[in-house]
């Protein structure tokens, strides 16, 4: 199912480059993202950010510097740069710059633990490495060399890009916990915000601001690649607690802003503070319940608009209308250049509003038919390995009815999403398992108002007197914080099945009843 008939875009399609085919939606490579306003306004302002703002003349001059600097680093076509770098200008401006030297970008992010950073970085073996002050990394280039590099820099041979090579690696993980590197073309990352600003009728005048990750590839996409296309503000914020997130929307003047549904629960919650300027707000990274959505608009005014996306699209499969209206427990509607349907178990599609795992396909009809294509497939050991063929699964259980509403149901995978950020049990449980007294441990999600889920431990231990308190500060030295539970208990056993399983979905229901147990 898709969200927009033709005639609802075609004014929008026929605004983008001159030189596409009528009715048709062209995409040129990033390197040209900036081209149109470039041509029509250039002392726009493109950029802003903790250390300040960029106009659009002022961002393609430096990334034509960064694209210098990391050529003169041997950095290559196909190679990658990987970034472990704070939200603000710099980050942006390397982005740009790898992709007009035809490199393929990762972001590596600050929250880690070092180990966490080590893995990622082996994982996809860059060339270069850009890190900033929380960078664990002993090979990555600091922003003093950086800078020097920067100053030095004169631009690079002409290159030839293409839009369909690899460009860009997101990592994710399964259900082992095992991260993966999702590698996307530039035309999948330049997809999203297209379709955004066609079916939204974004211009100018979007001041979009971002409080997650850029050095989440879905960030990047949704910032400066999308206010790019509209000639629009992407304004980069270096806050995500309740004070900091409104005093940047205040001082900025944003109008569209991307949050998580544990921010909007806080927001709500503090009428006091200054959201006056918004326009538009999305939730997303989990699913955002009804009464938060209400709350936020009784405070604030706009109804937040929830989406639904995969690293694997990457990014937006699905968002509510502009405007007010919405549908409970819906998670938006699919985007035109995807199809998107449930599937049952033997691979067969379903009807429109049948329950079963969801897929993702290329639209076949209108100006976005066949612009979308799979993931090239996932980096491993110095080559790309083949995704699965198309219909996408998403591992995820929903509906989609026939005016392209998307529901999700659960998840088939087991992913705790705390906050929007996502959690691997297996991740965690491998941590805990190496404490001494620890004989088996089950990790799960509990729910939660105001973060979605929350992390919870369920432990079987040979010692009745485990100390909680120690196996937290355990997974705080080798874990990000946001993955270490905060519920704990211990059991005589573990709940097992006939082959020597855990049987995981017993696990939530003992967590639940040890809450008393909580603690950081």
């Not at 633990?113 to 990394?137: M, N, W, Y």
């Not at 004070?243 to 998580?260: D, F």
């Not at 990274?285 to 604030?300: E, I, K, L, M």
């Amino acid at each position: 199912m898709n969200l927009c008939k033709d005639s609802d875009i075609k004014e929008a399609v026929d605004r983008f480059d001159g030189d596409s085919p009528p009715g048709r939606v062209a995409l040129r490579p990033i390197a040209r993202v900036l081209d149109a306003a470039l041509a029509t306004s250039p002392e726009a302002v493109a950029i802003e950010a903790a250390s300040g703002a960029l106009t659009y003349a002022e961002l393609d001059e430096r990334a034509t510097r960064a694209a210098g600097a990391l050529w003169s680093l041997g950095v290559r076509p196909g190679h990658r740069v990987a970034a472990c770098l704070p939200n603000d200008l710099d980050i942006v401006v390397a982005f740009h710059g790898a992709q007009r030297v035809g490199a393929i970008w990762a972001g590596i992010g600050e929250a880690l633990a070092e180990g966490e950073q080590r893995r990622l970085a082996d994982l996809c073996a860059p060339t270069v490495i850009l890190g900033g002050p929380r960078c664990l990394l002993d090979t990555a280039i600091d922003p003093d060399r950086w800078r020097d590099l920067l100053d030095a820099a004169t631009p690079p041979p002409p290159i030839d890009l293409d839009i369909d090579a690899p460009a860009g690696i997101a990592f994710t993980s399964g259900t082992s916990g095992a991260p993966k590197a999702v590698v996307h073309s530039q035309r999948n990352m330049l997809l999203p915000g297209a379709a955004l600003v066609a079916t939204r009728g974004y211009g100018p005048d979007l001041r979009k601001g971002d409080s997650f990750p850029l050095t989440i590839l879905n960030l990047m996409v949704l910032s400066t690649l999308l206010t790019a296309r509209a000639g629009g503000t992407a304004v980069i914020m270096d806050r995500r607690d309740v004070e900091g997130v409104a005093e940047w929307i205040a001082r900025h003047r944003v109008s569209v802003w991307n949050g998580a549904p544990a921010q909007l629960y806080d927001l709500a919650r503090r009428p006091d503070l200054d959201l006056s300027s918004l326009r538009e707000v999305w939730s997303g990274g989990s699913d955002t319940p009804d009464t938060v959505r209400t709350a936020f608009a009784a405070t604030h005014g706009p109804v937040p608009r929830t989406t639904y996306g995969l690293t694997e699209a990457p990014t937006v499969v699905a968002i509510d209308p502009p405007g007010d209206e919405w549908s409970p427990g819906v998670s938006g509607r699919v985007l035109p250049q995807f199809s998107v349907a449930a599937y049952d178990d033997d691979g067969r599609a379903l009807p429109p509003g049948s329950l079963g795992e969801l897929r993702l396909n290329a639209a076949t009809e209108g100006p976005w038919a066949g612009l979308w294509t799979p993931l090239l497939g996932y980096w491993d050991d110095g080559r790309i390995r083949a995704a699965e063929p198309l219909p996408l699964p998403t591992g995820d259980i929903g509906t989609v009815d026939e005016s392209g509403r998307l529901s999700v149901l659960d998840r088939k995978k087991m992913v705790i999403i705390r906050g929007g950020a996502n959690v691997y049990p297996l991740e965690v449980e491998r941590i805990i398992a190496t404490h001494p007294a620890v004989v088996k441990v089950g990790v799960c999600p509990v729910p939660d108002e105001r973060l979605g889920q929350r992390v919870a431990a369920v432990i079987e231990s040979a010692d009745t007197a485990v100390d909680f308190a120690e196996l937290s500060e355990l997974c705080r030295r080798e874990l990000a914080g946001y993955k270490v539970p905060e519920i704990w208990t211990r059991v005589d056993a573990l709940p097992m099945n006939a082959m020597g399983k855990v049987e995981r979905t017993r696990l939530t229901e003992l967590a639940t009843a040890a809450r008393g147990t909580e603690g950081r």
